[in-house]
């Protein structure tokens, strides 16, 4: 029998290339079984598009790394050059805006998604049936991407993110005990600078990525361990829907989701690029500080609350809803899924997603409900426009190191009392430290090729409209001064203006040696100009004569207008007779509004010779620049309480007033006794004059200040109900320049105008108000009127020696450059803003603390900035106001 033809082997398929690498992988890492166990998991009842918000999760998570890992090639994290870095990805980088605007919105849409996947698995009950791990890992993963949100928005070093993240910080200070430790750990120190910027960015790049690819690992676990919910109606534990592979329907619907959410990111980063504010300046007096739109409802609740019950609104609440949200799956443990019938669980997370968003929507009403805050938010976002659409300016370190090299050689003189004189006036405050320029003002380096020395003088006592828009004061200063702060702004820049500010001025003969002055008539030393021809003092007196608004009264040149003209009144008199007249005026002019004049000698005399020079054809220099005669000195009805001699303690004056001491020099009266005794009224109404907050904008005697007037008088000009009326309902005029009405009650009001009329009574009253600046502060805050001005009490009400809190806070002070603005120590202010001795140094703690968080029309006109202090500074430096003197 034949044998068979044996069986034909089947040939076996030849693989394409990718077939083969394919294979070749597989046999090596079994990718082909992972990817089976991956794609072929079951979905109980099948694919849905409510499960979709996890993989975009995922996807959104992939492309801020990518886009992160490409911003961090050109980031340099420090405070000198992290915004420079940022500015060069975005106007240089190729495609570095879109880049930028990719991660930036991709950050909102990280919690956009994440809290569509909280409500998905909320209301579908899949953390229900063992699934609690992998609810609390998902809650691990909502904190950290709010971290992450958090850590990323100071890296610009821009305004909006320097103080949006002070307020961060600082709202972590109000945690009991740990809070100031934790603030100074986020920061690096006290204040925000580039050890804060190196932790944020070690924090984001590093840290918290780390934690969520960590528990994004655990969760995906935990997920396949107890395998997907499925819709509301399936059993949590034991499935009986049919399944229904991950793959391919569900796998399509997570990419159709990924490529819509690509598609909107990249249509906004194309179509509306993310901008750039100018630089962080921790001076800057007006911005207003707004989170981002993820925290703008927790920013709103905090305004709800002040003072001790911040812990609640920060610590308390907050963690009672965090842990809440952790506890959902022990809290709600029955098997049923279907929201209606949970109806306790879906109402209290309902309140709290819908009362998050009303806060964030009440918290932008608020701001478009203010005009003036909602006009600085608009400024600010032009500012920000103008910034992102100018050229990009490099970053350019100085010769040596970062900071000006300091002036090693002797100083100029000139130079140095014009920058102490930059310092006291606070100019600091709005043109940054050494006129570099902030947010408020521009840089003042090189002003001296723009504008001459006679110009630029010129202009600082006569602001251009676009100066006062941007609330310049004109600088009101003797012709000397006016010389070195001119000599100071001209060394802008150079190494000489580094040399350390001169509290008081050079002498003469140091003026004289430094070739701007000349000697003039009467032995008067005169600015000269460049030729070293002597200027007169009749210019300085034309440009204080505009600058004080005599001509609104008087007319211009003084020819006449609501007041008489002048040189035809003061031709047959003195010199001196005219100096005593506009310093004291009679009742005539007093009738007619005339206010007196104040000032030092030198600016007097150069308004007398401004007003000799009218009237007649222009005499000769020689002629202008006569010096007028020397001025008497100024006449008061009693004593001023507010002491000249540094040191000098206001018990020292009352004592000194009580003894009968000169008030002058020789042959001017001598000061009335001091009455022992207090009118009740009086006293309840000076008390009434200092919680009210009068006494800030007033004065302690209510002189006066450079921001309101004196109210001696006042009385006699509104009697009976007009002044009472006038208090509660401001004129327009009192409106604008920040005064608010007066709150107080009728039995408390009746007591201010007792203590306003009093003002204006003979001798023993105004004894009354030395002993009343002799007051001081018990434990509560109340001011304490002492019995006697006499000597023995001298001692009794001088100020005690600073507390530790006290000593801690002055540091506060002057490390958030609040001296800037107020001086000094903060004691007798600058034309930026007024002295706190006296004033705020009056008030009780609490107060004080209500207008450092809420700050007063005053305030806010003033530009006083926002308070970024933490919990524990605040404290500081209240103390620190109240251990002031209570008179200037």
């Given at each position: 029998m034949p044998e068979s033809p044996k069986e034909a082997k089947p040939t076996p398929k030849k693989?394409?290339?990718?077939?083969?690498?394919?294979?070749?992988?597989?046999?090596?890492?079994?990718?082909?079984?992972?990817?089976?166990?991956?794609?072929?998991?079951?979905?109980?009842?099948?694919?849905?598009?409510?499960?979709?918000?996890?993989?975009?999760?995922?996807?959104i998570f992939i492309s801020q790394i990518i886009t992160g890992i490409c911003l961090a090639l050109y980031y340099v994290p420090s405070a000198e050059t992290a915004h420079t870095s940022v500015a060069y990805i975005t106007k240089q980088v190729a495609a570095g805006s879109f880049l930028r605007s990719l991660h930036y919105y991709g950050s909102s849409a990280m919690i956009i998604v994440l809290a569509l996947h909280f409500l998905q698995t909320f209301l579908y009950g899949s953390f229900k049936g063992r699934r609690e791990l992998l609810w609390i890992s998902g809650a691990v993963l909502s904190l950290l991407v709010l971290g992450m949100g958090f850590s990323g928005y100071l890296l610009p070093w821009d305004q909006k993110a320097y103080f949006a993240t002070a307020v961060g910080t600082n709202i972590v200070g109000e945690i009991p005990w740990i809070g100031s430790w934790l603030t100074q750990l986020l920061r690096g120190g006290d204040t925000l600078g580039t050890l804060t910027l190196s932790r944020f960015y070690v924090a984001h790049v590093f840290l918290i990525p780390a934690c969520i690819f960590g528990f994004i690992a655990a969760h995906i676990f935990l997920f396949r361990k107890a395998g997907p919910a499925g819709p509301i109606a399936e059993d949590p534990i034991n499935p009986k829907m049919p399944p229904e592979g991950f793959y391919p329907k569900q796998v399509l619907m997570d990419m159709t989701f990924a490529l819509l959410i690509m598609v909107l990111l990249a249509w906004l980063a194309y179509f509306h690029p993310v901008g750039l504010g100018p630089i962080a300046d921790p001076a800057s007096a007006q911005f207003i500080a707004r989170p981002e739109w993820y925290y703008l409802s927790f920013f709103e609740w905090l305004k709800f609350w002040e003072g001790p019950k911040v812990v609640f609104a920060v610590v308390v609440l907050p963690g009672?809803?965090?842990?809440?949200?952790?506890?959902?799956?022990?809290?709600?443990?029955?098997?049923?899924?279907?929201?209606?019938?949970?109806?306790?669980?879906?109402?209290?997370?309902?309140?709290?997603?819908?009362?998050?968003?009303?806060?964030?929507?009440?918290?932008?009403?608020?701001?478009?409900?203010?005009?003036?805050?909602?006009?600085?938010?608009?400024?600010?976002?032009?500012?920000?426009?103008a910034y992102t659409a100018a050229p990009f300016e490099p970053y350019i370190e100085a010769p040596g190191g970062i900071a000006p090299a300091a002036y090693s050689g002797p100083a100029n003189p000139l130079i140095a009392h014009g920058r102490g004189i930059f310092e006291a006036h606070g100019c600091s405050g709005c043109h940054g430290a050494g006129g570099i320029g902030g947010t408020i003002a521009p840089k003042l380096i090189g002003i001296n090729v723009k504008l001459p020395g006679d110009q630029l003088s010129f202009i600082l006592t006569h602001p251009t409209l676009a100066m006062k828009t941007g609330k310049m004061p004109a600088i009101d200063i003797s012709m000397a001064d006016m010389s070195a702060l001119v000599a100071y702004l001209d060394a802008l820049g150079t190494p000489a203006a580094n040399a350390p500010a001169a509290s008081s001025g050079p002498s003469e003969t140091v003026l004289a040696a430094s070739g701007q002055f000349a000697p003039g008539p009467n032995g008067t030393l005169l600015k000269t100009s460049t030729a070293g021809v002597a200027f007169s003092p009749a210019i300085a007196g034309k440009q204080m004569f505009e600058s004080r608004g005599c001509s609104a009264c008087h007319g211009q040149n003084a020819s006449g207008g609501r007041a008489p003209a002048i040189p035809p009144m003061i031709a047959p008199q003195s010199d001196a007779a005219v100096l005593a007249l506009i310093q004291a005026p009679n009742a005539k002019m007093k009738a007619g509004g005339m206010a007196p004049v104040t000032g030092d000698a030198a600016d007097l005399r150069a308004i007398v010779a401004y007003?000799?020079?009218?009237?007649?054809?222009?005499?000769?220099?020689?002629?202008?620049?006569?010096?007028?005669?020397?001025?008497?000195?100024?006449?008061?009805?009693?004593?001023?309480?507010?002491?000249?001699?540094?040191?000098?303690?206001?018990?020292?004056?009352?004592?000194?007033?009580?003894?009968?001491?000169?008030?002058?020099?020789?042959?001017?009266?001598?000061?009335?006794?001091?009455?022992?005794?207090?009118?009740?009224?009086?006293?309840?109404?000076?008390?009434?004059?200092?919680?009210?907050?009068?006494?800030?904008?007033?004065?302690?005697?209510?002189?006066?200040?450079?921001?309101?007037?004196?109210?001696?008088?006042?009385?006699?000009?509104?009697?009976?109900?007009?002044?009472?009326?006038?208090?509660?309902?401001?004129?327009?005029?009192?409106?604008?320049?920040?005064?608010?009405?007066?709150?107080?009650?009728?039995?408390?009001?009746?007591?201010?105008?007792?203590?306003?009329?009093?003002?204006?009574?003979?001798?023993?009253?105004?004894?009354?108000?030395?002993?009343?600046?002799?007051?001081?502060?018990?434990k509560s805050g109340s001011p304490q009127l002492s019995a006697s001005a006499g000597p023995a009490n001298a001692v009794a009400s001088a100020p005690p020696p600073p507390s530790p809190l006290a000593i801690a806070g002055q540091r506060v002070f002057e490390r958030y450059s609040c001296e800037s603005c107020h001086g000094a120590g903060g004691l007798r202010g600058t034309v930026a803003a007024p002295g706190l001795a006296g004033t705020a140094s009056m008030l009780p703690a609490a107060t004080i603390e209500h207008l450092l968080r809420h700050h007063s029309t005053q305030m806010v006109a003033g530009n006083m900035p926002p308070t970024t202090m933490n919990p524990n500074d605040l404290k500081a430096v209240i103390a620190y106001i109240r251990s002031m003197p209570t008179a200037p």
């Open positions: 693989l394409n290339a990718p077939a083969r690498l394919f294979r070749w992988l597989d046999q090596r890492t079994g990718v082909h079984e992972l990817l089976e166990e991956s794609l072929d998991e079951p979905i109980p009842g099948g694919a849905r598009l409510a499960y979709v918000f996890g993989s975009g999760l995922l996807y009672l809803l965090a842990l809440a949200f952790f506890l959902i799956p022990f809290l709600d443990r029955r098997l049923e899924r279907r929201p209606w019938r949970r109806p306790i669980p879906v109402l209290a997370v309902a309140i709290v997603m819908v009362g998050a968003i009303y806060l964030g929507i009440r918290s932008h009403q608020d701001d478009m409900r203010d005009p003036s805050t909602a006009a600085q938010i608009a400024l600010q976002e032009k500012q920000e426009a007003l000799r020079t009218l009237g007649h054809a222009p005499s000769t220099p020689a002629e202008i620049a006569v010096a007028a005669a020397p001025l008497p000195p100024p006449v008061y009805k009693y004593p001023d309480p507010e002491p000249d001699t540094p040191g000098t303690s206001p018990a020292t004056t009352a004592a000194t007033a009580a003894s009968g001491a000169a008030a002058g020099p020789a042959g001017a009266s001598a000061a009335p006794p001091v009455s022992a005794s207090v009118n009740p009224a009086i006293e309840a109404g000076h008390n009434v004059f200092i919680s009210e907050g009068c006494i800030a904008c007033h004065g302690p005697t209510a002189r006066g200040t450079h921001f309101a007037p004196t109210l001696h008088g006042v009385a006699a000009k509104y009697p009976g109900d007009a002044l009472p009326n006038l208090l509660h309902h401001p004129d327009a005029k009192m409106r604008a320049g920040g005064m608010p009405p007066v709150r107080a009650d009728a039995a408390q009001l009746k007591q201010l105008v007792a203590f306003l009329d009093n003002l204006d009574m003979a001798p023993p009253a105004a004894a009354t108000a030395s002993t009343l600046v002799a007051a001081k502060l018990d």
